[in-house]
């Protein structure tokens, strides 16, 4: 009865099980169903893409003042995001240097140090140990040994980034050109005017496919952005780039942040005379940010993967810093809060429904179509990596 079977983990990733995803996209197949549902596939991509590349880790006005942090575990591993008091954003392992406690829970707040709750060793918020009770008599012992584990942590535009390879590549050579074909936006003038957070029961390979691919918006999407589901009329033309992002540029009237009908904000003035004020400009910056720029505000996906059916869903909206000044700022955000609340739910809808169709026993790859590039190269992408 069982259609396929999942090769042991000491085989898993021979490419020889992949060479057919490895093929042109109109003679390739879909990855195997286990590349979304094994444990040993998901540890390898934590290890090999989450713990190795740049991850985008949301905006920098989420720590505005001194002393802002939130903590999290990012593919596992506990850390704290600080702005410190010379204003510095910083990242460090969330982990006591003495016998290991978690220092700060889970979420945000202010602090003006970080004071371990096991036996009170005390951090100042760049890291160093400043406070250690009852450690004079331990031989050999200086606090300066001792700071919390640095990860790395870079800026573009508004975002943060971190990487826990300290052998990585900087950011800026990460994101290549990125920079010629969102620069025009002024993203990192534009402002998080609302964060969501979803958990969603999927692998987080299947957000980010769906995200990159426009075949679905007229089945999936048919009572919402319906009128963006044409290839033909909104071409999601693949922009050549440099860097480790692929971009489409799709055509279209009014904003795609918008269901039909609804009132929101006049074109954002840069892109006044430029294609850019007559379509949408999004980006998937690998491995799961997803970033559109449309033509009167930009929101982003942040994807945190949790297992290999799980994952936690950010949505941040951002608008250009001046409209939040407006007297209807919030009736006319509304609009667009619904757009994106409606689309959200109905893509998270298809994905966990996608999820338990891999699941299954019966699940085998299938075929691409035309409208599916980007899920292709992402699905190469990672296997780029993931491979020995
Ligand atoms: S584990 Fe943090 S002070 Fe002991
Ligand atoms: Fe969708």
């Excluded at 941040?316 to 007297?327: H, K, N, Q, T, V």
């Excluded at 298809?350 to 891999?358: M, V």
């Excluded at 026993?361 to 299938?366: E, F, K, L, Q, V």
Aim: charged share 25%; with cysteine.
């Amino acid at each position: 009865m069982i259609k396929h079977r999942t090769p042991e983990d000491s085989d898993l990733f021979d490419p020889r099980h992949y060479a057919a995803v490895r093929q042109p996209l109109l003679e390739a197949q879909t990855p195997p169903a286990w590349c979304y549902t094994s444990p040993a596939f998901y540890r390898r991509e934590v290890e090999r893409i989450f713990r190795r590349e740049w991850q985008f880790l949301g905006r920098t006005e989420q720590v505005p003042a001194p002393g802002d942090y939130f903590a999290l575990a990012f593919a596992g591993v506990p850390i704290v995001v600080v702005r410190g008091s010379d204003g510095a954003l910083r990242a460090f392992a969330n982990s006591c240097r003495h016998r290991g406690s978690m220092l700060l829970d889970e979420g945000n707040g202010n602090c003006k140090a970080i004071v371990c709750p096991y036996h009170s060793w005390v951090y100042a918020l760049d890291g160093k140990l400043s406070g250690t009770p009852d450690m004079d008599r331990t031989e050999g012992f200086g606090a300066g040994d001792y700071p919390l584990h640095r990860v790395r942590l870079e800026t573009w535009a508004g975002f943060m980034f971190i990487n826990f390879d300290p052998a990585a590549a900087p950011l800026s050579v990460f994101l290549g050109d990125i920079d010629d074909k969102v620069g025009i936006y002024g993203l990192g003038d534009m402002v998080l005017a609302r964060r969501r957070e979803y958990p969603i029961a999927c692998n987080w390979k299947l957000w980010v496919e769906n995200a990159k691919e426009s075949y679905h918006i007229a089945t999936v999407h048919k009572r919402t952005i319906q009128r963006y589901a044409s290839a033909k009329s909104a071409g999601y033309a693949v922009e050549p780039t440099i860097g480790e992002y692929c971009v489409t540029f799709a055509r279209h009237d009014a904003s795609m942040a918008l269901l039909q009908g609804d009132s929101g904000f006049p074109v954002h003035e840069p892109l006044l005379g430029r294609r850019e004020a007559a379509g949408t400009c999004a980006p998937l910056i690998y491995p799961s940010t997803y970033l559109a720029c449309t033509i009167d505000c930009a929101w982003y996906l942040e994807v945190h993967p949790l297992g290999p059916s799980s994952m936690m869903l950010v949505h941040g909206a951002l608008f250009p810093r001046e409209r939040l000044g407006r007297p209807d700022f919030e009736t006319l955000a509304a609009n667009y809060y619904r757009r994106w609340d409606i689309t959200t739910e109905e893509d998270i809808v298809a994905s966990e429904r996608q999820q338990k169709g891999l699941d299954s026993p019966y699940a085998t790859p299938g075929r691409f179509s035309h409208r599916e590039p980007l899920v292709h190269a992402i699905d190469n992408w990672i296997l780029d990596r993931v491979l020995d």
